[in-house]
């Protein structure tokens, strides 16, 4: 297993549309693994492949309180939503950034599992939430997308702030103790 | 998708409050009914903490960095703050204390601090013995407040300061009152202990119930039926104080959230009842109470110190004057007082509670009674303030307070704070020719 390098806002490659996964294969298994390694470190409570730079259409998710409840959901679809519900996120690629968030309060969801096998199943709460972010991400699409112009825009300056100085200490400003 | 991890988000709710922020009010923003219960109650653990030792995490903050954070810093300066907090206060096991502290940095992303923030921590474990030893050495240090907070008391009270300063360290109690219009205290007393809540009467406020274990009211049935609300003991003592009887005209001048109102309506349903909040959205919280107890009053949102705006000119028989004031007799409730308050604050506190007391006294009927309360421990809201409008106005005289609480601070009476597990509050009955 190894620990995957997670992109960060604003960078062009999570805008990009992944493609199916053809086959449930090894290396798809793999990647599962990794990614699911990943996003406990970061820690996170979901990861797509977009955000590790794969083109692969791949979830993870963990929405338990305790951490030990990892799934994975292959080519995952959206086929119903219901209701509203507000909800406070934040993302990986996103780092430091927490807002609201509007979506569908639950969804019915297919997808294969990290075996292959087929399933569909309703999801509500934080697992609905969570589901929706990560498949927004398959289709290059931020949750910041879902905020003002304005928001986005400090986001954006925030965060190109905050890369130039941790670049800055990586080439070995004295740290100030 | 990730979520905000505990520590990352109080030391924002912490920057909130350094910027002038209310305690309660940042975490009932930051703090989001979805975010886990478990998590949410340790925001809540870190945030009062770090607040209540704030003066002494400071100072040790100041000596473990070579050189001070930077003032834009403020989110890393409260994420070390907590992190010291739990090596000093928290039964957090060390290592795990460090190591999420340290984590929060990415969660604040600011990864460049994560080995500072490993160093100061790590430092301060290591010199943590020393430095207890020599904290009584620095005062404002080793009792956890303000320097100019610190004079202040023990000027005020030179026998009683570090009691005082200690009860302002603690952590206090969940005191309710009963509404004696739907429950009797001991019915109460039965339900409470029937939810596994251990409690007992007060010994002073006859409608007061101590809860020995802290406990969310809001999952208490009782609570939204009206049959008791939070309050301290000692405010619940202005009710008795005021003697409101049927019928009477009377007036809350600084009535929300509506806390004493209700008291004095519980004690008294057929008292007409006028109060004044100058602040809307705070005046909404009086009604929301009048309506949970199923209690009636008049509520205008209007500023006490300017009558020609909302008298109606027939005078009050009562009027209770629970005046703004710097609330140093209530910082074990709010501590973020120790960063939020500052010296200058006071003077105008002053100046405004004077104003208050000259406005509202013609509105008193002759014969009438005007109970002036404050939250504060220092004499210049208190004793000296009440004695500079006795010797202004020649109708006034302080009727005497025969009572086992509190310690005379003529002409009012004193409540220090942690006195018999009470808020510190002082109060003056003042009546008229």
């Known amino acids: 297993m190894a620990k995957l390098t997670i992109l960060h806002f604003p960078d062009p490659r999570l805008r990009t549309r992944a493609r199916p996964v053809p086959a449930v294969s090894a290396d798809i298994q793999r990647l599962a693994a990794d990614m699911l390694e990943t996003m406990y470190a970061a820690p996170g409570i979901g990861l797509a492949a977009t955000q590790v730079g794969v083109d692969q259409r791949l979830i993870v998710v963990d929405v338990s309180e305790k951490g030990n409840e990892p799934r994975v959901f292959i080519n995952p679809e959206i086929l119903a939503r219901a209701g509203t519900e507000t909800m406070q996120e934040g993302c990986l690629s996103v780092p430091g950034v927490f807002e609201e968030v509007e979506r569908a309060a639950s969804v019915r969801v297919r997808a294969l599992d990290g075996n292959g096998q087929p399933l569909e199943f309703d999801a509500d709460g934080l697992l609905a939430v969570c589901i929706q972010h990560e498949i927004d991400h398959l289709n290059g699409k931020l949750f910041v997308d879902y905020l003002s112009e304005l928001k986005r825009q400090r986001i954006r300056k925030k965060l190109e702030k905050e890369q130039h100085a941790a670049r800055s200490a990586e080439r070995g400003a004295a740290p100030a103790i | 998708m990730s979520r905000e991890s505990p520590r990352a988000l109080a030391a924002r709710v912490l920057a909130t409050v350094w910027q002038g922020a209310r305690l309660d009010e940042a975490l009932r923003q930051a703090v989001r009914l979805d975010y886990p219960a478990r998590d949410a109650a340790l925001v809540r653990e870190l945030c009062y903490g770090t607040l209540r030792f704030e003066p002494r995490l400071e100072f040790w903050l100041t000596g473990l960095l070579k050189r ?45 601090a994560v080995q500072l923030a490993n160093a100061v921590l790590r430092r301060f474990q290591r010199e943590q013995a020393h430095l ?125 959230p509506g806390g004493k109102t209700c008291h004095l309506l519980e004690c008294c349903p057929q008292a007409q009842l006028l109060a004044l909040d100058n602040d809307a959205g705070r005046a909404q919280k009086i009604h929301q109470n009048l309506q949970r107890l199923g209690l009636a009053a008049e509520v205008k949102v209007a500023d006490a110190t300017q009558p020609d705006t909302w008298w109606d000119g027939r005078p009050f028989e009562r009027i209770l004057l629970d005046a703004p004031c710097s609330a140093s007799g209530v910082i074990r409730r709010h501590p973020d007082i120790k960063v939020r308050r500052r010296p200058e604050e006071v003077s105008a506190l002053v100046a405004m509670q004077a104003q208050m007391l000259a406005a509202l006294w013609p509105l008193l009927a002759s014969g009438g009674k005007l109970l002036y309360v404050t939250c504060s ?57």
């Open chain 2, 377 to 433: 421990l220092l004499a210049e809201e208190n004793a000296a303030q009440v004695d500079k409008f006795l010797a202004a106005h020649a109708d006034a005289r302080a009727l005497p307070i025969a009572a086992h609480w509190g310690v005379a601070s003529p002409p009012g009476r004193q409540i220090l704070a942690g006195e018999s597990r009470m808020d510190g509050f002082y109060y003056a009955c003042l009546h008229k020719a």
């Open chain 2, 68 to 112: 001070p954070l930077e003032a834009r810093e403020p989110e890393l300066h409260a994420l070390l703050l907590l992190g010291l907090y739990q090596l000093s206060e928290m039964r957090v096991p060390p290592h795990a204390a460090i190591a999420e502290t340290v984590e929060a940095c990415r969660h604040l992303f600011k990864p460049w």
């Open chain 2, 132 to 256: 207890m030893t020599e904290l009584p050495q620095h005062e404002a240090a080793y009792y956890a407040h303000p320097r100019w907070l610190l004079e202040r008391i023990r000027q005020d009270w030179p026998d009683h300061w570090r009691e005082i300063l200690a009860a302002g360290n603690q952590r206090p109690p969940l005191t309710l009152r009963v509404n004696r219009l739907r429950r009797t205290r001991a019915a109460l007393l039965v339900e409470l202990a029937a939810a596994g809540i251990a409690a007992q009467a007060c010994g002073f406020s006859a409608a007061g119930v101590t809860v020995l274990e802290p406990f969310d009211v809001r999952t208490q049935p009782g609570f939204a039926a009206g049959h008791f609300s939070v309050q301290d003991e000692a405010a619940q003592l202005a009710a008795e104080l005021l003697e409101v009887h049927a019928g009477m005209r009377v007036l809350d001048a600084c009535a929300a």
